[in-house]
């Protein structure tokens, strides 16, 4: 019996499947896409039903070289791709060249060859591009009669076993799928792409998702602008019963109707009106509460909660998700693949997997964690059910068995996913929870707690606040044994004033659960689509949130305003719906994309003649202020937007518009310097080399000041202290750099003693070092405060800390928040949730005993 060639994506598993076939098959890798659209024309054949033309990637000329001779002596060819539309795609183009006759690629010297006419001297006539390409030369390199598709969800003997029992044939539906979308794709590149070069700046790029979630972030942006915070007050009453603990309430009615209280005045009101009032308990209502176990992830929840967890962005979790899935080493037992294919959106978990998961279960955390049956979740409606949720291969292979073959995050990966799916299969965590109605007088107050009966789940994966589940938290407040009608004492009262506030920047996490409840994209594209909007510079990570750039936002308005319809959040999820119409069968891709290009047509032609161009300028209305008869025009150049007069060069007024960055006076003011030698006020002018403080008395007076790298801030002069330096004894100097202010050796470069500035705050996490202010060295460069033994402490918080104690729980500081709605200092402590606006001291209202407790 001769040899069969298997072929995969990835040279990892092609090593793990290898183990599994033994002698009488070769697997090689194709490393992914082996043919694609031509990169320098549209390749797409419009007049005759948009018939694409692939070829071969430059790329891959010596891969598909190996696999036709591989095949050209091989009794079977099985493909074995990933099971999703690009894996069906890469079989396919590999089934049309190894089906197809030899393809011969030109030598190097017959490139040369080529390149000149034929001679090998420079200046001669080139051959057309064709003639570069491959040439098919001969019989098929094999039939297609023994080319077969094999398909698996883990690499495990069992699953590679049967897959190569039951060889299948190509699926064309998923091939017209992903042959839909990548024609649209170019399509809307290929199009738009140089009308923003046109319009815009060269470089620049639009895709049909891409730009729908930049739309989506840019729009918040423009939600969070136009907010307006509404004032609002909170009651809140400190208690005591005939038992300890003292226990909080909170204010919830009125006359048995809710209330909301908007301003002091109501609030002072209250307070007057509950202070003397008698305190009774009007009801105790306690109830059992059962948290119920997630599913096992798939794609999206996985990059949500891996960002919450870990920090890991959408591509990075997916580099590594693969990497598992592929295979990693394990010491002696070789290339082990770790977990299911990354690339799902099923929540369905095979027989046997649940058969061992359930044992493991019951052996490692006892009878009571395992429910009688199963436990089996509902996907979403357009789920490929064909696939697994993302799980172990083998549950029985803990993390603490892996951990010492694995990098670190490696592991943290695979842990999370391991307790994920061990979690799936076990009991709720059972709670009991008690709420207490009070009554002071026609208000109504309300304290809730709630305390642990039995962990479940919880035991093995712990749901925190900001998971993609929206768990409720727990109010793990201890509360008195207390009875109806029992007369309570009132310690304290204090109202507490709040502003509503603007829905948050997307992070990684939040964009991604926005994307896929509105349908747009495919979690298999979450990451690319992320990162290219990142890697366009049209969006920033500040802090964690994205914020668009000045680039993005005028990018996105340009494209939304032209092409309304083709970015449009609906129109966008009705074309993924379409896409898995085409994987069903039942709608011809085709038809999908002649109904999405007439209309595209339209908008692209419309574009053309009327989208605004920043390069011949955007009239904004506004008068010169230089010349008074020019119109100012925004524009852009190289070192970005600017506005300037419509007489130029007549008359060279302009004015940056770049945005102020953060953490140069923020929450007050922009700094106005002033000229040294003039006394006049400085602005900033670009140059050559980039921006740059100018004297507005040029040209008679021509003082020009560096400016900080990164900010708008310009350079301070170095400040003598009197101190001497402790490693050399020179004298040390006060300096301003990029990441902020510090004291430096005047011996420098000889003398490397640096030291932060402290704000004299010992750190809360370490206790050992103390708190300084700092500049972020990544995004926009806002100032935050951490630990100085950084690295070995790695305590930061973005409010400004002040040193005095905590009037609640004694914490030796407290932190100033600054925002839309003013200034509120607040406690950073666990547990503690003081907090007092700055102008408006709330303070609370002490009682004096009284007097005795009646039961």
Request: glycine share 8%.
């Amino acid at each position: 019996m001769g040899r069969s060639l298997v072929i995969v994506e990835s040279p990892a598993k092609a090593k793990t499947i290898n183990k599994y076939l033994g002698r009488n098959y070769s697997v090689k890798a194709s490393y992914g896409h082996i043919m694609d659209l031509p990169k320098k024309v549209l390749g797409i054949d419009i007049a005759h039903g948009f018939e694409p033309t692939y070829e071969v990637s430059p790329s891959k000329t010596e891969v598909v070289a190996g696999l036709q001779k591989a095949a050209a002596t091989a009794d079977a060819v099985y493909l074995a791709g990933d099971p999703d539309r690009e894996g069906e795609a890469i079989c396919a183009h590999l089934a049309d060249v190894l089906s197809g006759p030899k393809l011969e690629f030109p030598q190097e010297g017959e490139k040369n060859k080529e390149e000149t006419g034929g001679t090998g001297k420079k200046g001669k006539k080139k051959t057309s591009k064709p003639a570069k390409k491959a040439a098919a030369k001969g019989k098929p390199v094999i039939a297609r009669k023994k080319i077969f598709r094999v398909m698996f969800n883990e690499i495990t003997p069992k699953a590679i076993k049967a897959a190569f029992e039951h060889p299948g044939e190509i699926d064309t539906n998923l091939v017209d799928a992903q042959q839909a979308r990548r024609v649209l794709d170019r399509l809307v590149g290929y199009k738009i792409s140089p009308l923003l070069w046109d319009k815009v700046r060269r470089g620049l790029s639009a895709g049909r998702v891409q730009t729908v979630a930049l739309r989506l972030i840019v729009d918040r942006e423009v939600e969070i602008r136009a907010f307006n915070p509404v004032e609002y007050w909170t009651i809140h009453a400190l208690l005591a019963a005939g038992e300890p603990p003292a226990f909080e309430a909170k204010l919830t009615k009125y006359k048995g109707e809710d209330l909301e209280v908007h301003t002091q005045a109501e609030a002072d009101a209250i307070v007057a009106a509950t202070r003397s009032a008698p305190w009774k308990v009007a009801s105790v209502a306690q109830k059992e509460k059962r948290r119920y176990a997630p599913p096992p992830f798939t794609t999206s929840k996985l990059q949500q909660a891996s960002y919450n967890r870990l920090r890991y962005t959408a591509k990075r979790t997916m580099a590594l998700a693969q990497r598992l899935y592929e295979g990693v080493e394990l010491g002696q037992e070789g290339s082990v693949a770790l977990i299911t294919y990354m690339r799902t959106d099923s929540v369905r978990v095979s027989n046997d997997a649940l058969d061992q998961v359930r044992g493991l279960i019951g052996s490692s955390f006892g009878q009571n964690y395992l429910p009688e049956k199963p436990n089996f979740y509902k996907s979403k409606k357009d789920a490929q059910e064909a696939h697994e949720a993302i799980r172990p291969t083998d549950a029985a292979r803990t993390p603490a068995d892996v951990k010492p073959f694995l990098s670190e995050d490696l592991f943290k990966l695979y842990q999370l996913i391991w307790q994920r799916f061990v979690a799936s299969q076990m009991v709720p965590a059972v709670f009991d929870q008690t709420t207490i109605d009070i009554e002071a007088g026609e208000y109504t107050f309300r304290a809730t707690g709630s305390v642990q009966k039995f962990d479940g789940y919880l035991a093995v994966y712990q749901v925190s606040a900001e998971d993609d589940e929206d768990a409720e938290t727990d109010n793990k407040a201890l509360l008195p044994r207390v009875v109806e009608g029992e007369t309570l004492r009132l310690e304290t009262v204090r109202p507490e004033q709040h502003f509503t506030e603007p829905p948050p920047r997307y992070t990684e996490a939040t964009l991604v659960k926005e994307l896929e409840e509105k349908g747009i994209g495919r979690p298999s594209t979450y990451a690319s689509i992320i990162s290219t909007i990142v890697d366009r510079e049209y969006v920033t990570k500040d802090q964690g949130r994205f914020a668009p750039t000045m680039l993005g936002e005028k990018v996105s308005v340009l494209l939304v305003k032209s092409f309304e319809d083709i970015f449009d959040v609906g129109f966008t999820a009705r074309m993924e719906e379409e896409l898995d119409e085409i994987e069903e069968g039942k709608l011809p891709w085709k038809k999908s994309v002649k109904e999405f290009y007439g209309r595209f047509a339209e908008d692209l032609e419309q574009a053309k003649g009327e989208m605004e161009s920043y390069k011949a300028g955007i009239p904004t209305g506004q008068k010169c202020e230089k010349c008074g008869k020019g119109e100012l025009l925004e524009r852009i150049s190289r070192h970005g937007f600017f506005l300037g007069c419509s007489r130029y060069p007549d008359c060279d007024f302009i004015r940056d518009l770049a945005p102020e960055l953060p953490g140069e006076d923020e929450g007050g003011e922009p700094k106005t310097e002033y000229c040294d030698n003039c006394g006049r006020e400085m602005v900033i002018k670009r140059g050559r080399w980039g921006a740059f403080l100018a004297c507005t008395g040029y040209p008679e007076c021509k003082t020009t000041r560096r400016l900080v790298a990164g900010t708008r801030r310009a350079h301070q002069p170095d400040e003598l202290l009197d101190e001497k330096c402790p490693e050399c004894g020179s004298q040390l100097v006060k300096k301003h750099g990029q990441y902020g202010e510090f004291i430096g050796c005047t011996a420098y470069p000889k003398c490397k003693f640096i030291r932060s500035k402290t704000l004299g705050i010992k750190c809360p996490k370490c206790e050992a070092g103390e708190l300084v202010e700092r500049v972020a060295r990544k995004g926009r460069r806002r100032v935050f405060y951490g630990c100085n033994k950084y690295p070995e402490c790695d305590f930061t918080t973005a409010h400004l800390p002040i040193l005095e104690p905590c009037p609640k729980c004694g914490a030796p500081f407290i932190v100033e928040k600054r925002g839309k709605m003013g200034a509120v200092r607040a406690c950073l402590k666990e547990g503690c949730d003081w907090k007092v606006a700055v102008t408006e001291t709330a303070a609370a209202v002490t009682l004096e005993p009284a007097g005795s407790i009646k039961a």
